[in-house]
């Protein structure tokens, strides 16, 4: 029996990589297929350092990964800056590795060359300001923000990286700094838990001009209270993913489930699974995703280092391959690359 959930669970990095070591070895599937990668991480704090010799190391496994797009972690905020400011700290720490990845000196994949940020919409109309600074200091990188919304009254919330209140989207000061974004050509990466999932869907059908990208799926709870009926909680999931997917501007990233919250319990394998168990455990979700946005509004995600808890980089991939094993050329142009690439403008 798996122990209580606690979202803070996450191995320490050497106790990771020691795990992750285990792995069986993987050739990658279709390794001529073009990738980009439109969700990991990049940090050096007390989660371990994931820096761009890291990252790269797990794209090494053989997979045709072109670029890559880094999302904020609350990573490098500036020390001394007022609060509404602090947030240009990491982008301007991430600019600085995209800007080491275009030299080409690292190799082909060019590593962050997407930037989402972060900014406090709580600053209503004010908010501008601080979008307008993060521009010019990722000299154009910068695509959209990341503003996460995840809450549960059960003991599952109580494990959020950032606690936010409950139905912050429908404040009016939040949304006045929510509607800043389209007009500057910024994108939105809504993150929250599936129950939340109508919060995103009034979102985008209150800002039809603004692009939203659901991440990992919808946020699907599979632990604490939501573990004791999954089949319930798979179709309260599932209602909820189509009826969003009627927004013709939400695009859905398709991976994150190697996180806790989904409750797969794969960090409490001996060995880290095989991509052929990554693609029987994660295919209803995908699949109920891809059918309801369509090829051209989904794309594939790494969200490494996060992911790295469940599973490596190389298998990661090999099961999104399998699962797409009966699609199209024309299809897996978009689910691995093309979708990413028009949305986050990134020419391949």
């Avoid at 720490?93 to 080491?100: D, E, K, L, P, Y």
């Avoid at 798979?234 to 009826?243: A, D, G, N, P, T």
Wanted: hydrophobic letters at 40%; a negative charge; one cysteine or more.
């Amino acid at each position: 029996m798996a122990p209580p959930f606690n979202g803070n669970s996450h191995r320490h990095s050497i106790a990771l990589n020691r795990w992750i070591a285990r792995a069986r070895t993987e050739q990658a599937l279709e390794p001529d297929l073009p990738i980009i990668d439109p969700h990991h991480h990049l940090w050096d704090d007390d989660r371990g350092p994931y820096l761009l010799p890291h990252i790269l190391a797990d794209i090494g496994g053989g997979h045709n990964v072109k670029a890559t797009v880094f999302i904020e972690c609350r990573t490098h905020y500036r020390a001394g800056a007022t609060d509404a400011e602090r947030p240009l700290g990491e982008v301007e720490f991430v600019n600085g590795i995209s800007a080491m990845s275009a030299s080409g000196g690292y190799g082909p994949t060019r590593v962050a060359a997407a930037i989402v940020g972060h900014a406090d919409l709580r600053l209503g109309e004010g908010v501008r300001d601080v979008l307008e600074k993060q521009i010019a200091l990722t000299g154009g990188r910068m695509r959209g923000i990341r503003w996460s919304i995840p809450y549960d009254a059960s003991d599952v919330g109580k494990h959020v990286s950032r606690f936010v209140e409950e139905g912050i989207s429908k404040d009016a000061t939040w949304r006045a700094g929510f509607a800043q974004l389209a007009k500057l050509g910024l994108t939105f990466e809504g993150w929250c838990y599936h129950p939340q999932l109508s919060e995103i869907t009034a979102l985008a059908r209150a800002f039809p001009e603004t692009t939203i990208i659901l991440n990992h799926v919808g946020g699907y709870l599979g632990v604490g209270p939501y573990s004791q009926n999954t089949s319930e909680e798979f179709q309260r999931w599932k209602r909820s993913i189509q009826e969003l997917a009627t927004c013709p501007n939400v695009v859905v990233k398709l991976g994150g489930l190697g996180m806790l919250i989904f409750g797969f319990d794969l960090h409490l394998r001996a060995d880290p699974p095989s991509s052929e168990l990554l693609a029987e455990t994660w295919r209803p979700f995908l699949e109920t995703c891809i059918e309801a946005f369509g090829v051209d509004r989904g794309m594939y995600e790494s969200n490494f280092p996060v992911d790295k808890q469940s599973c490596d980089y190389t298998a990661c991939w090999n099961a999104f391959k399998r699962i797409s094993a009966g699609a199209s050329d024309s299809e897996k142009a978009a689910l691995f690359a093309g979708t990413a690439a028009r949305v986050y403008r990134i020419a391949i």
